[in-house]
């Protein structure tokens, strides 16, 4: 490793004439991103080696985190804060005329994942390695990631997110480790000679699973994990050695194509399950490469079949991997000789299961036929495990159909992941008190009465390197100026801050790092999207998927009554506010994107009415991501985390603002609950309806959007705007669809219920923000409070309570 400033300029000078063959004076700023990329690459890939061949010869037990979706942005800024390098290289690239900001933007963000789920998987790989523990990630290199949003008049357009046309300098692809994987053909049960049964699988089709992967690095030791992408190729198989004939050659470009197709792109559905079969192909690619894999490594320890889940833990993420379980299986009887006892023992023991939603649209289900003509093996088995569940429900609770119904895996000719999840593990978990409690009490009731023993909870995290030390600099100088550096090992010592909840000084120093951000914000804004906004407005912020129950609409009808109370009367009271949004649809949600279109043309009105102007903005910031949530989140005062009460199962970005001394404005759903409990009634704005509330209505039906239609003016006054003529419809129908769903279809999501106090507590928030001493105290008392969120302690909750293991790198 270079030992300093000059060293590093030396050896990063030299890594560009000997990769790239330019001079620093002609190099581009390409260039020097992938030089920089090279050189650290030479030394993660030393404490690579050490680290896997320690895991190797120590025989620790190692956790495989399986997971369709790893959001994990940029990694050039975050691999550098890890290896304790930022300075050193930001100076020295200085030195040289390159800005170390500049190069990290010339990283693709890889958006391998949706958003939370996807994001989630990316931090708890950060957590895994820097807290030394032998935890690993199995995915999928999508050739496209997450669509690139366009806004064009107002609407979001798709575009493919070509992540790997720039050099992805992270990735080492492993052709020798390639697997294969087989989908459809025929199965027969054969009888041997010795009179037992094996599996003749004839006329599949196969496909080679080829891994990438991407170093994981832990924060200041020498532990470097491994995030391995599958990504599917055809075989090289002879077909192609024996055409000869034009056609021959055309039907296996063919052939290649369907094949390469798996690992083509991500679904961009996010809490939305659509049954398309390639879908169930990328889930199936993906668990039979990482099972095999994960064998392939337990059988180079030479021990017995059954001390497998001793040495492995294989984790699920949602039940998109759910699959793993009878691939296990197949693998184990079928190509280890196991019978199926020792095998389910062995399959149980070593997978574990968290549980992500209970939106019914999200419940993964799979119409039976599609899942035996695409995996014959898989369907048998599949079917054999529910055979014998039901048969020892049938022991335990004779007689008692209606249970057994609705506990079985295969039922209206559908499999249920959630539940072959829940019957092929030994533990489920819940991402937020309150949701491990719904899944309790409620959505997986009957599944708990059963089995009380495997449900747990484990409230989710973010890792506070990327999302406090890394996205606020100046935020974690101050904190460790302040309360020293142990903070950075234990977030809980966050607290520490506490003492200076009246300290004049250090208040007035958070204020200033809070408005030296917002003022970073409003330039990236300004040329990001022209829109001039105020630096030292309230900036309240909304930025995750749009989603009917994230409630984006209920901000967006806010912002219209706020504009109408400044029209009709301009002395009206407000504080200054810049309303900031940023979120992708899903291409197919009509309704969502709706929204999006209403909330551009909100901000067309406002931002072109000279009349409001110095009052308030609305900025919908294009293309959200990763790198964009890390400039945003440290500028934002409002944390505008609104979802219905009930829906949102915990929320990590919540987490990430309350560590940036944003305030939640929030109903009590998810984590926001364990927010609530941590800073009490006076640092957070609560409203809105409780989740028992919301269930309640659900179960009675006793909800009547008309009714608050009715009986309010200002809700009424607000959405007959969105169809009759005025400044956001003009007379055209556009929000025709918007209005329906809140009055014809009874607003689903309760956003009209919550109108009234919503727009209450947003005036309460205008009226304290003028406080700026009582302002920067909750401030304070929220990133003070913040250290449970760090997903470091999530991890360490999994690694004792779920897979038993004990931190085993290398810690230096
Ligand atoms: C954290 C994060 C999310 C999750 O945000 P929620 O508000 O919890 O839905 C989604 N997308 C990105 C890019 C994120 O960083």
């Known amino acids: 490793m270079f030992s300093d400033k000059e060293d590093f300029k030396q050896s990063f000078s ?163 480790e390639a697997l294969e994987v087989r989908f459809g053909g025929e199965v027969e049960m054969v009888e041997e000679k010795s009179g037992a049964l094996t599996c003749k699988h004839t006329n599949y089709e196969q496909v080679r699973a080829v891994p990438y992967d991407v170093p994981v690095v832990g924060f200041d030791n020498e532990t470097v994990n491994t995030l391995r992408l599958w990504s599917a190729e055809a075989s090289e198989d002879d077909t192609l050695k024996k055409a000869s004939k ?62 497998f889940p001793d040495h492995a833990a294989l ?39 968290t549980n992500h939603t209970t939106l019914s649209e999200a419940l993964e289900t799979w119409p039976v036929g599609m899942v035996r003509s695409l995996l014959p093996r898989i369907f048998m088995i599949i079917d054999e495990i529910n055979e014998r569940f039901c048969q020892t429900l049938w022991e335990r609770y004779p007689g008692d159909f209606d249970r057994i119904a609705s506990l079985a895996i295969i039922a209206d000719g559908h499999v ?12 489920v978990n819940g991402v937020a008190k309150l949701h491990t409690d719904i899944l309790k009490k409620r959505e997986m009731k009957i599944f708990y009465d059963t089995f009380p023993e495997r449900f747990n909870n484990k409230t989710n995290g973010i890792t506070h390197r990327r999302w406090l030390m890394h996205a606020n600099e100046p935020l974690s100088a101050l904190i460790t100026e302040s309360i020293g550096d142990q903070w950075v090992r234990q977030p809980d010592r ?95 949600y009509h309704f969502a994107k709706k929204v999006i279109k209403l909330i551009h043309t909100i901000a067309s009105v406002v931002n072109n009415d000279p009349a409001v102007r110095n009052r308030m903005k609305v ?6 991501s990763v790198s964009m949530a890390e400039r945003i989140i440290p500028a934002t005062n409002i944390s505008e985390q609104i979802s219905t009460a009930s829906k949102e199962a915990s929320g990590t970005g919540n987490m990430k603002f309350m560590m940036n001394g944003a305030i939640t404005l929030g109903t009590m759903d998810g984590a926001n609950v364990e927010i609530h409990d941590l800073v009490g009634d006076d640092h957070i704005y609560t409203f809105g309806l409780s989740s028992d509330e919301v269930l309640e209505y659900y179960k009675n039906g006793f909800y009547s959007s008309r009714k608050v239609y009715d009986e309010d003016d200002r809700v009424r006054h607000t959405l007959d705007q969105l169809i009759h003529y005025s400044p956001f419809s003009k007379g055209e129908t556009e929000f025709q669809d918007i209005y329906d769903n809140l009055i014809t279809y009874n607003d689903e999501f309760f956003v009209l219920k919550d109108f009234a106090s919503y727009i209450d507590t ?51």
């Open 14 to 176: 030299e890594k560009l004439e000997t990769t790239l063959g330019k001079k620093v004076d002609s190099a581009t700023e390409t260039d020097a991103y992938r030089a920089l990329g090279s050189l650290l690459t030479d030394e993660i890939n030393k404490n690579w080696l050490k680290t896997n061949k320690h895991y190797q010869e120590s025989k620790e037990k190692q956790v495989y985190y399986f997971s369709m979706e790893f959001l994990i942005g940029r990694l050039m800024g975050n691999n550098l804060l890890n290896m304790q390098l930022l300075n050193t290289v930001r100076n020295g690239l200085d030195e040289l005329g390159f800005s170390l900001t500049e190069l990290e933007e010339k990283e693709s963000d890889a958006g391998l994942g949706n958003g939370g789920l996807g994001r989630l998987a990316a931090c708890f790989l950060d957590s895994l390695a820097s807290l030394g523990y032998a935890g690993h990630g199995y995915g999928i290199r999508y050739k496209y990631g997450m669509f690139d949003q366009r806004i064009i008049d107002g609407y979001q357009v798709e575009l493919p997110d070509r992540w790997l046309s720039k050099e992805y300098v992270w990735e080492v692809r492993r052709p020798e």
């Open 246 to 307: 034009q056609s021959d050659f055309d039907n296996f470009l063919e052939h290649k194509r369907s094949l390469e197709e798996i690992s083509e792109f991500l679904y961009p559905d996010d809490s939305h399950e659509e049954g398309k079969r390639l879908r169930l192909k990328q889930e199936y690619f993906l668990v039979s490469s990482g099972v095999q894999n994960a064998l392939d490594n337990f059988e180079k320890l030479n021990l017995p079949l059954t001390t």
């Open 315 to 353: 984790h699920i993420n949602d039940t998109h991997p759910a699959l793993l379980i009878p691939e296990l299986m197949r693998i184990l009887m079928d190509e280890r000789g196991l019978g199926w006892e020792e095998a389910w023992d062995i399959t149980q023991a070593s997978v574990s299961y």
């Open 416 to 427: 249920k992941m959630a539940h072959l999840s829940i019957v092929g593990s030994h533990s």
């Open 494 to 588: 966050l607290q520490d801050l506490l003492k200076y909840k009246e300290d004049t000084s250090f208040l007035n120093r958070l204020n200033d790092i809070k408005q030296e951000k917002k003022e970073e914000l409003t330039a990236f804004i300004k040329d990001y999207s022209n829109i001039t906004i105020d630096p030292s407005s309230i900036f309240d912020v909304q930025i995750k998927r749009l989603h009917g129950y994230k409630r984006q609409l209920l901000n967006a009808l806010h912002i219209m009554h706020l504009y109408n109370n400044l029209k009709a009367n301009p002395n009206f009271n407000m504080t200054p506010r810049t309303f900031i949004f940023g979120a992708k649809a899903a291409p197919s």
């Open 619 to 624: 900025v919908f910031l294009e293309n959200y």
């Open 762 to 812: 947003q005036a309460k928030i205008s009226e304290d923000y003028l406080d700026t001493r009582l302002w920067n105290e909750k401030s304070l008392v929220n990133i003070a409070r913040s250290g449970k969120f760090s997903s470091d302690r999530t991890i360490q909750e999994y690694a004792s309570e779920i897979w038993k293991i004990e931190p085993s790198g290398i810690l230096k």
